[in-house]
């Protein structure tokens, strides 16, 4: 018992509490795993409980999608203006594009939940809890994963409703869910450096509007890359939102791409954006 | 012993001389050029109710922030039952349940889940987490309430359940700031039951920041005032009335030591306190 701090709780009686590093949290790091996980799973745990509760949002938040594909889609296959690749329908090449923008929507408006629980004091609350900052973050960013899947499910369907020849085999389209979430991960991780910088919801809807078209018609949601000028080639092959709907596109109606790449840039940023939220929470906390 | 049974790996606090519930020296800290805090020390020994009183703007709710690892202090030490909080900030937060000022709770959610997400971010395990949950709703007196969103709760009820957040844990050491703000009479009456019921079953050590005189005299076993960032006095209410002479309040007592009231203290807090409250009040309503 000597060893044991004495105020050591039950979690730490079993195993006492070493001296680490100062700002580090004691333990190996298969329980800073653990605890991760632990922490991804509750925060989705509540966001699918907050969806349950309320699906409002779901149904108002597939109206936008929907026009997209109805007007937009259907109106540009017929007119040909835009040649998608191996002669595959416009509206089966939008498809994926307007599924990666509606998760883009939700994730990069993620942050405003963090500013309302800063106000609210949750966010305090939150940060008293045993949780290390990245872990935090990392669970709210998986959290909106959740949400956008739940929305993504949604567009699937309205888009095999209009026509689509979308894929049923199983392992896509867990492979689309993994890409959903790795792209809402990142944008939500986005969202929310931004609230750490802008400190309030109403400017963090200002940079959001102004950023969301830029990213969207930067990327190759709308129309292949090869038919772009240029520079805004060269601006996509920096927009995590390409590859995202590249990864998308080859999942759910064959377009070649390379996975590899997709995936793993998806994957570098959502790490990236971790990481930088993270360092900026304590903005927030102040 | 209702919040506190079913408790498995729990040993009961070390007997002997135990480390004190709050160690803290020299507490520093700043924003910008506004000293906040400004040399505190405190001790508060376990098993006590400790009241730190002061006007909006004194200092209370940073000095609170740093003792749960929320802000890292410019300068001095905190420990929290001997564990320093700058060394292992997550022990330290095992030991806390805090509830901050605000009314805090998630609307969209129900009272259990509101409970159970703390369960959870405290690693409550599985197999004792439901048993948990409900006991810290009854202990709040919720259990039929648990149910429902929080949306449809009163102030009293919300504060109550932010009580059984905090509980969930079994913590050691409770901080509540401002626990009875923006309340009515009658609900700050039943959280006070609520806390003093808590107190007698579970000894629980309580740190609290009011503003509320009469309350930190019927409460607290021992209060400090907290003047522009500093602790004027410490003691039992009894100690520091008597201090003053025959037939002296709190509220003298107060006055004596900071040379005015708490209500004509304007200086900070105020316009940013006011819309917080409304704009609680918006979200919950």
Not at chain 2, 169 to 197: H, Q, Y
Not at chain 2, 200 to 228: F, G, I, K, N, W
Not at chain 2, 240 to 247: D, M, N, T, Y
Not at chain 2, 255 to 279: F, K
């Amino acid at each position: 018992m000597t060893s044991a701090a004495p105020g050591a709780p039950p979690a730490a009686s079993a195993d006492p509490p070493r001296p680490g590093p100062p700002g580090l949290p004691a333990g190996r790091p298969q329980a800073g795993l653990r605890r991760l996980a632990s922490r991804v799973a509750t925060l989705c745990w509540v966001e699918l409980r907050k969806i349950r509760h309320d699906r409002t949002e779901l149904y108002t938040r597939a109206i936008q999608p929907a026009l997209w594909l109805l007007i937009f889609g259907e109106t540009f296959t017929r007119i040909h203006a835009i040649a998608a690749p191996n002669g595959i329908p416009y509206l089966d090449f939008l498809a994926p594009g307007i599924l990666a923008q509606s998760t883009l929507f939700i994730a990069i408006f993620y942050g405003i939940q963090i500013i309302w629980e800063r106000d609210a004091g949750v966010l305090a609350k939150l940060m008293v809890t045993p949780t290390p900052r990245a872990a935090l973050i990392t669970g709210k960013a998986f959290a909106a994963g959740v949400r956008s899947i739940v929305q993504a499910a949604v567009i699937v369907v309205l888009s095999a409703v209009l026509g689509v020849t979308l894929t049923l085999n199983p392992l896509k389209l867990l492979g689309v869910a993994l890409i959903v979430v790795l792209g809402s991960a990142f944008f939500s991780c986005l969202s929310m450096s931004i609230a750490g910088v802008a400190l309030s919801r109403d400017r963090l809807m200002g940079i959001g509007q102004a950023i969301t078209m830029p990213l969207f018609f930067s990327s190759n949601a709308l129309y292949p890359e090869r038919l772009m000028p240029g520079w805004l080639q060269a601006i996509s092959k920096v927009n995590p939102l390409s590859y995202e709907v590249s990864a998308l596109r080859w999942l759910l109606i064959g377009v070649p791409t390379n996975l590899a790449l997709d995936t793993g840039v998806l994957a570098g940023a959502t790490v990236a954006g971790i990481t930088v939220s993270s360092l900026l929470l304590p903005r927030l906390a102040r | 012993m209702t919040a506190r049974a079913g408790r498995p790996a729990r040993s009961p606090a070390p007997p002997g001389p135990a480390a004190p519930a709050i160690r803290c020296a020299g507490l520093r800290y700043s924003f910008g050029t506004h000293l906040a805090v400004d040399r505190v020390d405190l001790l508060i020994a376990a098993g006590e109710t400790f009241g730190l009183l002061g006007p909006n703007g004194a200092g209370k709710t940073t000095t609170i922030r740093m003792l749960t690892t929320l802000l890292k202090p410019d300068q001095g030490t905190v420990a929290v039952f001997g564990v320093d909080a700058a060394a292992q900030p997550m022990l330290v937060r095992r030991l806390i349940g805090y509830v901050p000022q605000l009314l805090s709770a998630d609307a969209s959610l129900t009272g259990r889940e509101n409970v159970e997400l703390f369960a959870r971010l405290f690693d409550v395990p599985r197999r004792v987490r439901g048993q948990r949950v409900d006991e810290a709703l009854s202990a709040m007196g919720l259990t039929e309430a648990g149910q429902r969103l929080v949306k449809t709760y009163s102030g009293g009820m919300i504060r109550r359940l932010e009580l059984a957040q905090a509980l969930v844990n079994a913590p050691r050491l409770l901080v509540l700031d401002e626990p009875t703000v923006g309340l009515d009479p009658i609900a700050r009456a039943g959280v006070w039951e609520f806390i003093a019921g808590l107190r007698q079953s579970s000894h629980t050590t309580v740190l609290m920041t009011t503003h509320y005189m009469e309350e930190a005299d019927l409460y607290c076993d021992r209060v400090a005032l907290m003047h522009h960032g500093t602790i004027r006095a410490t003691g039992t209410s009894a100690e520091l009335k008597a201090g003053l002479g025959e037939g002296a309040t709190l509220d003298d007592v107060f006055r004596h030591y900071t040379g005015g009231t708490l209500d004509d203290d304007s200086e900070q807090g105020g316009i940013r306190d006011v819309r917080r409250a409304r704009r609680t009040a918006r979200r919950l309503g």
